[in-house]
């Protein structure tokens, strides 16, 4: 059974439009992770958390917001969607030092 | 700032050939590295990792890495490559700190042909 799931799998937005993805993890860990993956490129770290109603700015957050209201849940919020957000949108959760990856989230916005 | 260098952005090989997939590291500190693969439109999955000890790293079907502290690398290896091996290879480090997320490195593209 996946630890890491996420909602939607994908999505077509507006721009100016709000967009939520959703994470959840069964791992019991207290790190998650939300990453952008642009084409033919590696993962970025946009927010982190590490602990319920606390999150952290990573590489990247400008035009995104983190909610992460329970321990097993960790939002990533586009206010104000842009055609440059457009991306492959990846959650994880970490225990020492390894991160387990959800599947992805393919986010177009037009 | 750590980084992580995969010079080759694209490998081709034929079915049975050997792969090597270069990894090249900057970090002052003791690294934690990682190798993930990525098939078309799916999630990464996890290859191998490094902590500590036997520089030499076995991972699943087949894959194995090694670790060099004197030239800052962890490349990848694979003595006979399947199709099935076509997929995008990211070097991924982390640094140890609990907040810190991973830094990757831009992948590498393998394509094998029968």
């Known amino acids: 059974e996946a630890a890491v799931t996420q909602s939607p799998r994908s999505k077509v937005a507006v721009t100016g439009g709000k967009v939520t993805l959703s994470c959840h993890q069964t791992?019991?860990?207290?790190?998650m992770y939300w990453y952008r993956q642009d084409t033919g490129h590696g993962l970025r770290l946009i927010h982190y958390?590490?602990?319920?109603?606390?999150?952290e700015k990573g590489d990247i957050p400008d035009g995104y917001k983190a909610s992460r209201p329970s321990q097993e849940n960790f939002s990533l919020i586009l206010e104000l969607a842009s055609l440059s957000q457009t991306a492959v949108y990846f959650c994880?959760?970490?225990?020492?030092?390894?991160?387990?990856f959800g599947p992805g989230t393919r986010l177009t916005v037009l | 700032a750590q980084s992580v260098t995969q010079p080759d952005a694209r490998v081709t090989v034929s079915e049975g050939a050997s792969l090597q997939l270069r990894c090249k590291y900057s970090?002052?500190?003791?690294?934690?590295l990682f190798w993930y693969v990525q098939y078309p439109r799916q999630g990464l999955q996890l290859l191998l990792k490094?902590?500590?000890?036997?520089?030499v790293v076995q991972g699943v079907n087949g894959f194995e890495a090694e670790f060099s502290k004197s030239n800052s690398s962890f490349h990848l290896r694979k003595a006979s490559v399947h199709w099935s091996d076509s997929a995008v290879y990211f070097c991924?480090?982390?640094?140890?700190?609990?907040?810190?997320?991973?830094?990757f490195g831009l992948g590498t593209r393998v394509s094998v042909f029968p």
């Open positions: 791992n019991n860990h207290d790190y």
């Open positions: 991924v480090l982390s640094v140890g700190n609990y907040a810190q997320g991973l830094t």
């Open positions: 958390s590490y602990v319920a109603d606390s999150t």
């Open positions: 490094y902590y500590s000890g036997d520089p």
């Open positions: 970090y002052s500190g003791t690294p934690y």
């Open positions: 994880a959760s970490k225990d020492n030092y390894e991160q387990y």
